[in-house]
């Protein structure tokens, strides 16, 4: 932040752009997650949802609970990726399980647009990712 006319304040994004990269390729969860958010946003740079859809999943896959839920809206929505309500119900699945309660909702919402062979379906990938997202932690 820096202030303007001594009286307003303004957040840098190019700035903030800049730094997420450099840490997100350092591996930092946080600022993969960031940069996804800016990313998807546009702020600081031009909105670009599949690479954004790239840093939520780097953040999410190895444990980044918001980055999950992010992740599956992503899914849910069609942004940067095809839209995969199985893929969706996965990620906000793994997302709720550590505590995240909007993804529990976006889940919950998600269901009613899948048949039932799409939620067995997602639930089996829900086990998959939960194994992955455990071992990457280790």
């Not at 730094?19 to 996804?36: I, Q, T, Y």
Request: aromatic letters at 8%; proline letters at 1%.
């Amino acid at each position: 932040l820096r202030c303007v006319d001594g009286k307003r304040m303004i957040h840098d994004y190019t700035m903030s752009m800049r730094e997420a990269r450099a840490k997100a390729e350092a591996k930092n969860l946080s600022a993969a997650f960031r940069l996804a958010q800016l990313l998807g946003l546009g702020l600081g740079c031009e909105q670009d949802y599949e690479q954004a859809v790239h840093w939520y999943r780097v953040a999410a896959e190895r444990g980044h609970s918001q980055a999950q839920c992010n992740l599956g809206f992503m899914y849910g929505t069609g942004r940067g990726v095809p839209q995969d309500y199985v893929r969706a119900y996965a990620w906000y699945n793994v997302s709720a399980a550590s505590g995240e309660d909007i993804a529990r909702r976006n889940r919950d919402a998600v269901v009613q647009q899948m048949s039932p062979r799409q939620l067995e379906r997602a639930q089996d990938l829900s086990a998959e990712l939960f194994e992955s997202v455990a071992s990457s932690q280790k």
